[in-house]
C-alpha cells in the first residue's frame, strides 16, 4: 500500500489530480462527465431497469443514472472496496435518497449477484486494476439479463506517450537505460495497468460470449506546458493505491541515486516546455 495514497476514495479525490493546475482539474473533470454521459447513452437506461455500477468508486456513473431512472429502478453501486461504499453511502444520506438503489461490495471477479439479474452493467476505469480481465468479463456476462448490455470505458495506457518519446536524449543522462526500463514496465503482462489493449479486450469479450461487442478505440491529443513541481508529481503518485508509483517502478531496475538524477533531469528538460501527449481509451458497447 502506497504511503501518498490510502485507499481508493482518497485517490479518486485528490491523487488522480495531483500536480494538475486548477484549470486542468476543472478540464478533467468536465472530460469525467462526458465519459460518464457517453457510457449512460450507450446504455439506454430506462426506469424500472437493475442498472449494476461496477466498481463504482465515488459513484461518478451511478449517481447519474439514479437522476436518469428518477429513482424508479435500481442502481447497484458495486466496488471492490468498502471505503467506496462508504463514500456512496454518504452521499446518497446527504442527498436524502431513500430508495432506487443498492450497494454492494463485491469484487468484479466474483459478483454477488445471480445469473441473469441484470439489465444493464456499466463500468469506467476498472478493467485496468484487474489483472486477469477474463474472468471478470466472463463474471459480468453471468449477471447480465439475455439482451442486456454492458457499457464501459477504459484507457488503453500500453499505447500511451512514454517519457523517452518527450526527452531530448543529449539531456538526460542514462537515456537508453530508462527507456529500455520504460519499455519493459510497459509490457510486463502482470502489470493490469497496461497487459491489455483495444483487440485482446474485444477478444476477452468474445470469449465470454459477448455477441459482435463494438470496441472502440478513442485516441485523445493534448498539449500543454509542464509547471514546476508537476513532473516530480508524475513520478512519486501512484497510478492507484495498490500499485507503485512510476519513481518505484524504476526502483526495481536502478538504485535510488540514478533514479533521481532521471527525474531531475526529466524535470528540469520538461519544465516550461509545451509537450504533446497522446492517450488512448476504449469505449465498450456489447449485447449479451
Ligand atoms: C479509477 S477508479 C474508477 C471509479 C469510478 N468507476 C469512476 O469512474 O469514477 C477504479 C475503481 O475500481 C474499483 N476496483 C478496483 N479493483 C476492483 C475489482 N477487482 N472489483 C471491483 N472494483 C474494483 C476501485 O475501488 C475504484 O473504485
Given at each position: 500500500?502506497?504511503?501518498?495514497?490510502?485507499?481508493?476514495?482518497?485517490?479518486?479525490?485528490?491523487?488522480?489530480?495531483?500536480?494538475?493546475?486548477?484549470?486542468?482539474?476543472?478540464?478533467?473533470?468536465?472530460?469525467?462527465?462526458?465519459?460518464?454521459?457517453?457510457?449512460?447513452?450507450?446504455?439506454?437506461?430506462?426506469?424500472?431497469?437493475?442498472?449494476?455500477?461496477?466498481?463504482?468508486?465515488?459513484?461518478?456513473?451511478a449517481?447519474?443514472?439514479?437522476?436518469?431512472?428518477?429513482?424508479?429502478?435500481?442502481?447497484?453501486?458495486?466496488?471492490?472496496?468498502?471505503?467506496?461504499?462508504?463514500?456512496?453511502?454518504?452521499?446518497?444520506?446527504?442527498?436524502?435518497?431513500?430508495?432506487?438503489?443498492?450497494?454492494?461490495?463485491?469484487?468484479?471477479?466474483?459478483?454477488?449477484?445471480?445469473?441473469?439479474?441484470?439489465?444493464?452493467?456499466?463500468?469506467?476505469?476498472?478493467?485496468?486494476h484487474?489483472?486477469?480481465?477474463q474472468?471478470?468479463?466472463?463474471?459480468?456476462?453471468?449477471?447480465?439479463k439475455?439482451?442486456?448490455?454492458?457499457?464501459?470505458?477504459?484507457p488503453?495506457?500500453?499505447?500511451?506517450?512514454?517519457?523517452?518519446?518527450?526527452?531530448?536524449?543529449?539531456?538526460?543522462?542514462?537515456?537508453?537505460?530508462?527507456k529500455?526500463?520504460?519499455?519493459?514496465?510497459?509490457?510486463?503482462?502482470?502489470?493490469?495497468?497496461?497487459?491489455?489493449?483495444?483487440?485482446?479486450?474485444?477478444?476477452?469479450?468474445?470469449?465470454?460470449?459477448?455477441?459482435?461487442?463494438?470496441?472502440?478505440?478513442?485516441?485523445?491529443?493534448?498539449?500543454?506546458?509542464?509547471?514546476?513541481?508537476?513532473?516530480?508529481?508524475?513520478?512519486?503518485?501512484?497510478?492507484?493505491?495498490?500499485?507503485?508509483?512510476?519513481?518505484?517502478?524504476?526502483?526495481?531496475?536502478?538504485?535510488?541515486?540514478?533514479?533521481?538524477?532521471?527525474?531531475?533531469?526529466?524535470?528540469?528538460?520538461?519544465?516550461?516546455?509545451?509537450?504533446?501527449?497522446?492517450?488512448?481509451?476504449?469505449?465498450?458497447?456489447?449485447?449479451?
Amino acid at each position: 500500500m502506497s504511503e501518498i495514497c490510502k485507499n481508493w476514495t482518497q485517490w479518486l479525490k485528490q491523487n488522480r489530480f495531483a500536480g494538475q493546475t486548477p484549470e486542468m482539474i476543472e478540464q478533467t473533470t468536465r472530460w469525467l462527465e462526458a465519459v460518464r454521459d457517453v457510457i449512460l447513452v450507450y446504455a439506454e437506461i430506462k426506469p424500472y431497469e437493475t442498472v449494476l455500477d461496477i466498481g463504482c468508486g465515488t459513484g461518478l456513473l451511478a449517481f447519474k443514472a439514479l437522476e436518469m431512472q428518477d429513482c424508479q429502478g435500481k442502481v447497484i453501486f458495486s466496488d471492490a472496496f468498502q471505503d467506496c461504499i462508504d463514500d456512496c453511502k454518504k452521499i446518497l444520506d446527504e442527498l436524502g435518497i431513500t430508495e432506487g438503489f443498492e450497494l454492494l461490495k463485491s469484487p468484479v471477479e466474483h459478483i454477488a449477484l445471480p445469473e441473469s439479474s441484470v439489465h444493464k452493467a456499466v463500468m469506467r476505469s476498472v478493467l485496468v486494476h484487474v489483472v486477469n480481465k477474463q474472468p471478470a468479463i466472463n463474471e459480468i456476462y453471468r449477471v447480465l439479463k439475455p439482451g442486456g448490455k454492458l457499457c464501459a470505458f477504459e484507457p488503453v495506457i500500453r499505447s500511451n506517450t512514454r517519457y523517452w518519446e518527450i526527452l531530448n536524449p543529449a539531456f538526460i543522462e542514462n537515456y537508453t537505460d530508462f527507456k529500455n526500463a520504460e519499455n519493459e514496465i510497459m509490457e510486463n503482462p502482470m502489470d493490469s495497468l497496461c497487459n491489455f489493449d483495444e483487440n485482446t479486450l474485444k477478444t476477452n469479450l468474445e470469449i465470454a460470449g459477448f455477441s459482435r461487442p463494438e470496441v472502440k478505440l478513442q485516441e485523445v491529443s493534448s498539449s500543454y506546458v509542464v509547471q514546476p513541481n508537476m513532473v516530480r508529481e508524475w513520478f512519486i503518485n501512484p497510478p492507484s493505491p495498490n500499485q507503485p508509483s512510476t519513481k518505484e517502478r524504476f526502483l526495481r531496475y536502478f538504485d535510488e541515486a540514478k533514479v533521481e538524477k532521471y527525474m531531475q533531469d526529466v524535470e528540469a528538460f520538461l519544465t516550461g516546455r509545451q509537450i504533446n501527449l497522446k492517450t488512448n481509451a476504449v469505449f465498450i458497447n456489447a449485447t449479451k
